[in-house]
């Protein structure tokens, strides 16, 4: 009799015990689903926040490529008419005034510091995660040290002063005011030379900033493609 008591006992709490405990798998099982759906949810609302960053970042760089290609040109310019080459008149105005400029990348982060506020490693990919942070921790970070802390590539506070006091007995101006055109280059050899120099420099700083902004268009578009797959591949 006590030993049918016992396993009558023991099958009732055996029975109970193997409900509860199943139900505290299934609710942990739950909540670990609902939390990696969660995390899903938010690594996705993040990428695309990225993604439209990057859209945006890549048509000011586009834009900032083209216009330091063009300064680039406005060196050139200047040198023909050092060293007494024919140069368009027409254009001589317009170089005039970007040649010296520096042109400020316009990025935007909001996407990249929702991710570093969330948690890096919400992106489950360990690639992305990396191309992410690559992208905003070292080459945007080198463009805008380029661009407005580098002293050395500010070429408008270098350069505008020294030049502009070598052009300015040769620049012409209208009734109104309006810069005009150059004289015939009459320069002394000092000038000429000094004039060249800074032109040298500022040409090759043009061309290493128009590098730097093609390697990070190519960065953009590199890691928008990544994006998009994860973003294909999730659904």
Known sequence: MFREKIVRLGGKYFLEFTLIFTSVVLAFALAEWSSRQGEKVSETKILIEIRNGIDSDSKDFE??????????????MLRNWAINEPINQDSLRFYYYIVYRNYSPIINKTG????????????????????IIKLYDYHYN?????????E???DF??????INKILTPYMIFDEKGNFVTLKKSNLSEQQKTELLSYLWRMEITKSFKI????????EI???????????????
């Open 63 to 76: 834009s900032n490529l083209k216009m330091h290609k063009l300064s680039n040109n406005g060196v050139r």
């Open 112 to 131: 990249y510091e929702s991710l570093k506020e969330t948690n890096l490693k919400i992106i489950s990919n360990d690639s992305l995660r990396f191309q």
């Open 142 to 150: 080198i463009l805008e040290q380029l661009e407005n802390k580098n």
């Open 152 to 154: 050395e590539m500010q």
């Open 157 to 162: 506070k270098t350069y505008f002063h020294p």
């Open 211 to 218: 590098k730097r902004y093609s390697e990070i268009i190519n």
């Open 221 to 235: 578009a590199s890691l928008n493609k990544s994006i998009a797959n994860k973003l294909k591949n999730d659904k």
